[in-house]
């Protein structure tokens, strides 16, 4: 399922966009993607969201920053509190806002980083989210300069939440960011992205970023947020999805194209990232995409 283009709107006073989503049904599944970066804090709701071929569940205060182009979508499964609505608040702002800011403002260096992660997606941690959620909802009723102060504040809160998670994407780049990451990781993770199905190993990995296992090690983690071992494992489970939701093939065969010998190892890996077995997962979210 090809996802569709979303124009987002501008205001003539503001150098980003909010949005306050109150929907009393339901959040309807809308697959979709825009060249901007995208924070949403997803309020009074529980289901699934969906970011390029990651699914997984959300509740209430879940808090994710989509980078540039990525698809996605969320759809809910039922209210938390009863007559209250869905709510979702939603941060747009563009690449090169982000690039001007880390460029032109040294105390707004820690972003940088962030946003070198999120060129796919990230997930924060639950005590992020409890810490900038009153912050985010505060917005909705600022001026403009008050809510831009409000905004690098989050921004600089979000740039330290070490237990934040990268979401892989399983799909090409619609375009790199042009934020720079050391190029040592950057030619290890393409290396990566492109032999996922292939044997591999971290001594290898390490040679090919000229460090020592140990330094290669420390290296990965600071420019991931994981180990290599659970990035390799993540981003075949991500292919793995990609190919369950949008095509017929029998679930050995899916096990062999993403890299797995054993197909009672490939279940295992799987089942212990997405709560279900490769056949549950394409009943239940296949039909979405097809």
């Known amino acids: ?5 979303e124009k987002v709107p501008t205001q003539a006073n503001a150098s980003w966009t909010l949005l306050n989503r109150r929907l009393a049904d339901a959040i309807p599944f809308e697959w979709h993607h825009h060249p901007e970066y995208e924070l949403t804090l997803t ?7 969906y970011i390029s071929s990651d699914v997984a569940r959300y509740d209430d205060g879940d808090l994710v920053l989509v980078g540039p182009n990525v698809p996605h979508s969320w759809s809910s499964a039922e209210l938390i ?3 209250q609505p869905h709510t979702a608040l939603v941060i747009w702002f563009s ?9 032109l403002f040294p105390e707004m260096a820690s972003i940088r980083s962030l946003l070198i992660v999120a060129q796919n997606a990230l997930t924060f941690s639950e005590r992020a989210s409890r810490q900038v959620r009153p912050m985010i909802e505060a917005m909705v009723n600022q001026e403009p300069p008050e ?3 409000t905004l690098l504040v989050v921004l600089n809160t979000l740039s330290r939440d070490t237990d934040a998670i990268r979401i892989l994407s399983a799909q090409p780049s619609n375009g790199r960011v042009s934020i720079v990451e050391d190029d040592r990781i950057h030619r290890v993770l393409e290396f990566l992205h492109s032999n996922y199905a292939r044997p591999l190993s971290i001594p290898a990995l390490a040679e090919m970023a000229c460090v020592s296992v140990s330094a290669f090690h420390r290296m990965f983690r600071k420019h991931t947020r994981c180990t290599a071992l659970d990035y390799i494992v993540r981003l075949r ?7 369950l939701m949008q095509g017929n093939s029998t679930v050995s065969l899916i096990a062999e194209q993403v890299g797995y010998s054993s197909q009672a190892l490939f279940n295992r890996q799987f089942k ?7 056949s549950e997962f394409r009943r239940q979210h296949g039909h979405l995409f097809q």
Not at 1 to 5: I, L, P, Q, R
Not at 272 to 278: E, S, V, W
């Open 237 to 243: 489970i991500g292919y793995a999805c990609a190919l």
């Open 272 to 278: 212990a990232l997405k709560g279900l077995t490769p």
């Open 1 to 5: 399922m090809k996802a569709s283009f």
């Open 95 to 103: 690449e090169a806002w982000a690039e001007s800011l880390v460029n």
């Open 81 to 83: 509190r009863a007559g």
């Open 43 to 49: 309020l009074n709701s529980r289901g699934h969201r």
């Open 147 to 149: 809510r831009l102060v």
